[in-house]
Each structure stands twice: as C-alpha cells, then as structure tokens.
C-alpha cells in the first residue's frame, strides 16, 4: 500500500510556516503524459475512447475522453468530470455525452481510489490521504491532457463533479486557476466534514474508531480537507447544487459546505435527495455556457441525460 511517509504526514501536519500551503498537490508539469487512447465508440459523431497517462504519483490514471466534431476553424471548450464514491467512471458516459453535446471535449479519469477497488473508497487510515492527493494531482493532469491538444481553448476550460467527485472539485477550485468554471453537485467538504454530525461531533464509523487511530486519520486528512483550500477558491466560478432531503449528504453538512464557499459561489438547493431532479442537469450546462461558451441549454436538456 502507498502510505504516507513519516516526512510527508510531517510535512503536513507540523510544517505549514516551512512549505508552501498548496504544497501537497504540486507535481511537475513538464512530465511526459505518455497519454494513450483507443477508440471504443463513435455515435451522433462524438468519438468515445479508453484514455490512460501517468500519474506524477505513480502509475497510470485511467479514464475516458469524448470528442465531439470541431467547426472548421475553431476550438471547443474543455471538462473534467469527476465521479462519487464508491464508483469509478463506467457509468459516468450519459453524462459526459450530454456535456460533449453542447461543444465540450470532455475528459473523466478513474480516482485514485477506483483504480484500486472502486467499491473501497475508504479506510480511515491515512492511506486516504495520500489517495485523495494522488486524485487531485491527477485531476491537474487530465487538465494538462485538455489544454494540449490543438481543438480545446486552454481559456474555455470547466469542470462538473458529483458527490465525491463534488467535494475534490471543491478542493481543486483552491488550487487550480485555469478552471473557470466548476460545477460541484450534491457535494460537502470532504470526508471529514462528511462523518461530522450536527453538533459537532462525530457519526459513524468516526466515532466508533480507536481513538489512536481516529487522531492518526484526522491528522492525515486536515490539512488537505475542503475546509482549507474551497475558501481560496474564486467565488465567481463557483456552482453549488444539493438537495434539502439528501440522505448522503446530509442538508447540515452540504449547508457547511455553502457556508465556506467564497464570495460569489452560486448556491443552488432543490427539494431532492441525493438524486437531484433532471432540470438540474440543465442547470449545469447553463452554468457552463456562461462561464465557457458552451451552447446554451434548450427545453429538451430539462429532461437531463437519462432519456
């Protein structure tokens, strides 16, 4: 398993003043992507391939990349979609084609976690602290994958995730400018805030947990929580979406996540639980089109990806 190391965990936890706070998700950018791609479907003239490049944190991150037609002349606007837990991006096609639709190359890549099991996102050990960073690292660079290819304007760039995916966007939007537009769906802050109850305290499994190995967790995790770095992000590319019934976001803890959105962030609630209603899709995409010049939703996007 790739845990932390002594160094990094005190690099973290006890050396904010020595480092750089952004520090954790620094990679090379430089770094040969060594992408590789094959075509597994092409419908309504959207090109659907298997995608796979190296992490800055070892291996590969897997994915998928949707490439509509380009007009002669011009570029498109790019995404990164970023999928829930547990959950990996097989299913995440409907969606992305949906995005692809409105004049977006649209990339997804496998989470650190999915790449190892995808029905295993957690462990509270600090492997999930290495894991989360590794996913943001690798969401930089499925950033870079968009930004060098000649049909993408590097200006024009989004990002849309869901559940988890919601909260390591929210993450992202602290340390990453070239996103101007992030959709964060059914999102919180993050694992911790995710077990915190509305007192204060925690819920299950936290609270069931040695307390050694809870501080240990804890310890890994805060630093590179959403409550750290979503404050440093730009409000004004912000989209936030939950649901007031949601049972797996809890409305206490999404209302936590609104609370520390920066200045500008469009908050959006729906009377929903953690499937939010269709119309929230178009939502999304006229979020988007403002922010990237994607086409604008029609009444038949109401309906959202799931016909």
């Keep these: 398993m790739n845990w932390l190391t002594p160094c990094l965990l005190?690099?973290?936890?006890?050396?904010?003043?020595?480092?750089?706070?952004?520090?954790?998700?620094?990679?090379?950018?430089s770094a040969?992507?060594?992408?590789?791609s094959a075509l597994v479907r092409e419908a309504e003239g959207i090109r659907t391939y298997a995608i796979s490049f190296d992490s800055p944190r070892g291996g590969r991150v897997t994915?998928?990349?949707f490439v509509p037609p380009v007009p002669a002349g011009q570029r498109l606007a790019?995404?990164?979609m970023a999928h829930g837990a547990p959950g990996?991006?097989?299913?995440?096609?409907?969606?992305?084609?949906?995005?692809?639709?409105k004049g977006a190359v649209v990339i997804g890549i496998d989470a650190a976690f999915a790449r190892r099991d995808p029905r295993d996102p957690i462990s509270f050990t600090p492997r999930d602290a290495e894991e989360q960073i590794q996913t943001i690292v690798d969401m930089r660079r499925a950033i870079d994958v968009l930004v060098a290819r000649p049909d993408v304007d590097p200006t024009r760039i989004g990002?849309?995730?869901?559940s988890y995916g919601a909260a390591m966007g929210g993450i992202l939007a602290g340390v990453e400018p070239r996103v101007r537009a992030f959709v964060l769906a059914v999102g919180d802050a993050g694992f911790i805030a995710h077990f915190t109850a509305s007192g204060g305290g925690?819920?299950?499994?936290?609270s069931e947990l040695p307390a050694l190995q809870r501080e240990?967790?804890?310890?890994?995790?805060?630093?590179?929580?959403?409550?750290?770095?979503?404050p440093r992000a730009d409000g004004a590319r912000v989209l936030l979406q939950n649901g007031r019934l949601d049972e797996a976001v809890l409305p206490h803890v999404a209302a936590a996540f609104h609370a520390i959105a920066p200045e500008g962030t469009e908050k959006r609630w729906y009377d929903a639980g953690h499937r939010l209603p269709p119309s929230h899709f178009a939502d999304q995409l006229e979020f988007l089109h403002r922010r990237i010049g994607t086409a604008a939703p029609t009444k038949e996007d109401l309906a959202g990806p799931y016909r």
């Design 88 to 101: 990996s991006t097989e299913h995440m096609d409907p969606r992305a084609l949906f995005v692809a639709r």
């Design 216 to 230: 240990a967790w804890l310890a890994a995790m805060r630093p590179i929580s959403g409550e750290v770095f979503f």
């Design 202 to 206: 925690w819920l299950p499994p936290v």
């Design 78 to 80: 790019g995404v990164v």
């Design 32 to 36: 040969a992507l060594r992408l590789q």
């Design 159 to 162: 990002f849309i995730g869901g």
């Design 10 to 29: 005190l690099a973290l936890v006890a050396c904010p003043a020595v480092a750089r706070e952004d520090a954790p998700f620094d990679y090379d950018p």
């Design 63 to 65: 994915g998928k990349l």
